[in-house]
């Protein structure tokens, strides 16, 4: 069945430092989204993307959707305390059946 | 607040209980989703439903059954639970691709 992994799992980091996840469907996507989930909240969508190639910036946030529209990225730059939580990408496929990645735990380290 | 609503935020019921999970929302939106997020898994889609007909169900057992009696109304019924249905049940509905979510639901089975 189709998967949509994302590394690495957990991300320890000091306050200040960039971070990235990255994102794996085993086939392509019509769009991938990013949701944020704060420890003990609900995700909540970040950004869409749709085009093979896109990037996008939220302030400190830079999103890619590859050439192949099967993989993401998601970078932050100079990372703050509140940047912690757990970030999903998600998508529906070409069937339109809607898969959510396995998730990247951050933790900033003050 | 993103809109959608779920009651109750947290239950604990025995095996041999009957419960039901409540979402609401007055997005406008036209399709809802029940999930399920277990700690340490990505979460698992169990149904959806668009203009209120289910269009999806993904091998979920028959202690789970969801009703949609319209379309800001989405429920969840639940019956003779095992233990490790012990998750986090969140809502989301969309009228796109995005979706909104709900608090969840902190399910605890006894």
Not at chain 1, 22 to 35: E, G, K, M, P, R
Not at chain 1, 63 to 74: R, Y
Not at chain 1, 89 to 97: E, I, L
């Amino acid at each position: 069945g189709q998967q949509v992994m994302q590394i690495p799992q957990y991300q320890h980091v000091q306050e200040g430092e960039d971070f990235t996840t990255y994102c794996n469907s085993s086939t392509t996507l019509s769009n991938i989204q990013w949701y944020k989930q704060r420890p003990g909240g609900h995700p909540v969508f970040l950004i869409q993307l749709v085009k093979s190639g896109e990037v996008k910036k939220q302030k400190r946030l830079t999103f890619q959707f590859g050439e192949a529209k099967k993989n993401s990225s998601l970078h932050i730059t100079a990372t703050q305390t509140t940047d912690v939580g757990t970030y999903f990408c998600a998508g529906p496929n070409t069937g339109n059946q809607f898969y959510f990645g396995t998730g990247t735990s951050l933790t900033v380290i003050p | 607040e993103t809109g959608v609503t779920q009651t109750p935020r947290h239950l604990v019921m025995g095996m041999t209980n009957k419960k039901s999970l409540k979402c609401e929302q007055h997005l406008g939106h036209n399709a809802m989703y029940w999930y399920k997020q277990s700690a340490k898994k990505p979460l698992e889609l169990m149904f959806v439903y668009s203009l209120e007909e289910r269009v999806e169900n993904n091998s979920v057992p028959s202690r789970f059954s969801p009703e949609c009696p319209n379309s800001s109304h989405l429920f969840l019924h639940l019956h003779t639970l095992q233990p490790e249905d012990s998750a986090l049940y969140l809502c989301a509905s969309s009228l796109g691709d995005t979706q909104y979510f709900g608090p969840g639901t902190r399910l605890t089975v006894l």
